[in-house]
């Protein structure tokens, strides 16, 4: 199934939906995605990135953050 059939299924499954719960939460989903990133964690991202690009030696390997969470440490 193509994008545009998808959407077009779910704009007539909506249409037809009366569980007030289910609608409130696509409302609340919706209105995470329009808002995107906060200020506060837009320029956290930022300085990581700028942390990242002045010494890309300084980085954790996912697996070894893993082992040491693991192993208690």
Do not use: C, F
Not at 2 to 8: A, H, L, N, P
Request: aromatic share 6%; hydrophobic share 35%.
């Amino acid at each position: 199934m193509d994008i545009q059939s998808i959407k077009v299924d779910l704009i007539h499954w909506i249409t037809k939906l009366d569980d007030r719960k289910v609608l409130e939460q696509m409302q609340a989903y919706k209105d995470r995605q329009e808002e995107g990133l906060s200020k506060a964690h837009k320029a956290l991202l930022d300085e990581r990135i700028a942390s990242y690009e002045k010494d890309p030696s300084k980085v954790l390997d996912w697996d070894d953050v893993m082992k040491d969470i693991e192993n208690g440490q």
